[in-house]
């Protein structure tokens, strides 16, 4: 499992245009500093875990209490709020219960499992340890400086996933029109979607080359 960030604008750094063009004109979504951060987890069978979006608010402000409960995607998402929108001790035991947990229940089928993170704080504070030792979980922290190596997020997901996250956003900012204008904020469901969809469209194969790359993979067939 690991993290990555979320921006709700993902205008692109560079433009196009003849050389002397005194100025260009781009057109981004408002609010283009604005972020959530996603959690996501592989297995090495090449199954996903549920992702969870982290927003920003309090973590039992307004919209952790009364928008993200009833959104449409909660099924689907593990939904949470945190004052910086990142990962903290208190969503990453959130993660373990409503992500880890119904994945084990549901796969494992009472083989060991073994968790990989890195050396983020939150992934292996005492409460986060204790938990997954009640779960029957083993934790491996992987080497500092090694996570572009050994970590399949890094290593085969993490692009493919952004790549569509951004495709996404693209035809949410074209479906604006070309007239000009200013466009909105992307919303807080509008990432969500955005995040369910990507995150359905990465294939056991993405996954399982990830692992392959890691030197860690395991498959039964092979």
């Given amino acids: 499992m690991d993290q990555t960030p979320l921006p709700f604008s993902l205008a692109s750094q560079s433009t196009l245009e003849l050389r002397g063009t005194r100025s260009v004109t781009i057109r981004q979504s408002g609010n283009n500093k604005t972020r959530a951060t996603a959690s996501l987890a592989v297995a090495a069978d090449g199954s996903k875990l549920k992702p969870m979006i982290i927003f920003k608010g309090e973590p039992r402000g307004t919209i ?56 983020f704080r939150c992934h292996y504070s005492d409460t986060v340890k204790a938990r997954l030792d009640t779960i029957g979980v083993q934790l491996k922290l992987i080497p500092k400086g090694c996570t572009s190596v050994v970590q399949p997020i890094d290593v085969g997901v993490n692009k493919p996933f952004k790549d569509r996250i951004k495709s996404l956003w693209w035809e949410w900012m074209i479906g604006f029109g070309q007239d000009g204008g200013n466009i909105p904020t992307p919303s807080r469901e509008d990432v969500q979607h955005w995040v369910v969809e990507a995150w359905n469209s990465i294939g056991a194969h993405i996954i399982q080359n990830a692992w392959r790359k890691t030197d860690l993979s395991y498959f039964p067939e092979e």
């Fill in 64 to 119: 952790a209490t009364r928008e993200l409960p009833v959104s449409q995607y909660a099924n689907q998402l593990a939904l949470c709020c945190q004052p910086a929108a990142w990962k903290d001790n208190e969503n990453m035991l959130v993660w373990i219960d409503e992500c880890l947990v119904p994945h084990i229940q549901q796969r494992a089928d009472g083989a060991p499992v073994v968790l990989f993170l890195d050396h």
